[in-house]
């Protein structure tokens, strides 16, 4: 079985024509669409075909689930680490002088932002600046030889008491310590407590020369990068999103690089027990119509309608690009694609008719079919049909249902539960399943999660994932799921 092509996904030519389309005229856009229907499929197209001339960032709210994390993560994934360079000297002068230099060469290039106080205009109270650039920055390189500094002392008291995560390259002349000072020692030995005690937050090496001294710091940049913008993004996230939110946008304003922020499953962030979601889409709303953002375009996805209706204030100018399942022939072109075993259409017809038409359906069950088949031979396929559809449900379907159900309301599960076996069915057909005071509200609360739908081509209604559909009817009525299935492949 072949994964999907992540620059050209099968089955999805026109809505990546339309998508570009769009973020070419700086557009915002929703892609609205059922869960498994492919939009973060879509979003991973877009990242690989735009990456070589945007600065993109994905984040998926499904993984956090809150608001502050979202903007800290997009401030510190936007803007390069600050690396405060502390060392006794300068550029020009000091027993350090030549790495200070190298090292503000070796952390531009890795796009870094290296902060060497002799770059600056001495200040009036150079302490309180230091320390204030300190507090701001995301990394302390320390750079220790064997003279002594009350002021690099300082520095690193600033470092620790601001947790900044600290790289400590100590030169050595002759393969001890002897020779340094009583400071430098003192720094070294409580570094090396630091790395017992708290791990990750300090990192130390050594060197013996300016050619070391420089494969030391690639090597660490290379290494702890991801740490470091980790740390970051715990450290803002403690903040107010507004306040956090602001420094990400004011940052952008000052950029010269353009970003394409790709956020997945926006409705997620409604599970935030900290923030107000409402308030959080009128502050979205407020900065993307910033004219001075035109740098920056967005691209959010949902399963859940959170931008239409009472939200719809909030993106009435972004562009909704609805993704829906595969029609049954792109569906059968898509197997074909995938799949290394050739079928008549018949037997395509008859899996598209069992496991649906939602991208994520046809690759999982695609890939047991082909396992099946390749162990029990070609002609035996109404058999790898049952086999592949059973595994799928036995396995995945207590996973596939909270997929589709974990934010509905109990009575709207309770719904699901009763109608979903009789589907497809018509409106009033589906009350005499379920009579309720309410039905019209929960026909509504599951046509917006979009897991029933009405059917293009007249009145009745149908689930939008027919796998889905089978994991409910196996659960409840297994000797109608074995009749099901059996029947569909005759």
């Not at 952390?107 to 300190?134: G, M, T």
Request: hydrophobic share 35%.
């Amino acid at each position: 079985m072949e994964s999907f092509d992540i620059v050209n996904p099968p089955g999805r030519e026109e809505e990546i024509a339309t998508l570009e389309n769009y973020i070419s005229q700086n557009k915002n856009i929703i892609l609205l669409g059922a869960r498994r229907v492919g939009k973060t499929t879509l979003l991973n197209a877009i990242e690989a075909r735009k990456k070589e001339s945007y600065k993109v960032i994905y984040y998926n709210c499904e993984q956090y689930r809150e608001i502050n994390h979202l903007f800290a993560y997009l401030f510190a994934r936007s803007k390069k680490l600050k690396i405060f360079v502390s060392s006794i000297g300068t550029k020009e002068e000091g027993e350090l002088k030549e790495e200070r230099g190298l090292t503000e060469e070796i952390l531009s290039k890795y796009d870094c932002e290296p902060f060497l106080i002799e770059n600056y205009a001495r200040p009036y109270s150079p302490e309180k600046v230091e320390e204030e650039e300190i507090k701001n920055s995301d990394v302390f390189l320390l750079i220790l030889g064997k003279d002594k500094s009350e002021n690099v002392k300082k520095e690193f008291e600033f470092a620790l008491k601001y947790d900044i995560p600290i790289l400590c390259l100590i030169k050595n002349y002759s393969g001890s310590n002897k020779e340094k000072g009583e400071i430098v020692q003192e720094i070294i030995t409580h570094i090396k407590n630091i790395e017992k005690e708290k791990g990750g937050m300090c990192t130390y090496k050594r060197y013996y020369s300016l050619v070391e001294f420089k494969s030391v710091l690639e090597e660490c940049i290379k290494n702890e990068k991801e740490r470091w913008i980790g740390t970051t993004i715990d450290k803002y996230r403690k903040e107010e999103f507004r306040k956090v939110g602001d420094k990400f946008f004011e940052a952008r304003k000052q950029s010269k690089d353009t970003f394409l922020i790709l956020i997945d499953e926006l409705g997620e962030l409604r599970k935030d027990g900290k923030n107000n979601f409402e308030d959080f889409l009128a502050y979205l709303r407020g900065k993307t119509k910033e004219a001075n953002n035109a740098r920056i375009s967005f691209v959010l996805t949902g399963s859940e309608n959170v931008f239409t209706l009472e939200s719809q204030k909030y993106f009435s100018d972004f562009e909704i690009v609805e993704i829906n399942p595969f029609s049954k022939n792109v569906a059968k072109d898509v197997l074909r694609k995938i799949m290394k075993i050739e079928f008549e259409d018949v037997i395509l017809e008859k899996i598209v008719a069992l496991c649906g038409t939602l991208p994520a359906d046809i690759k999982n069950f695609g890939e047991k079919f082909e396992w099946i088949i390749k162990a029990n031979g070609k002609e035996k396929w109404k058999d790898a049909i049952i086999k592949s559809i059973t595994a799928i449900v036995n396995k995945e379907g207590y996973r596939i249902e909270e997929l589709f159900f974990k934010n509905l309301s109990s009575e709207t599960r309770n719904f699901l539960e009763e109608v979903i076996i009789h589907l497809p069915a018509t409106k009033n057909e589906m009350k005499i399943y379920f009579p309720h005071e309410n039905f019209e509200g929960i026909l509504k609360e599951v046509t917006q999660n979009f897991i029933i739908l009405k059917q293009d081509e007249g009145l009745k209604y149908d689930c939008v994932s027919r796998l889905l559909r089978l994991c409910v009817i196996k659960r409840k009525n297994p000797s109608l799921f074995n009749g099901i299935i059996s029947s569909d492949i005759k």
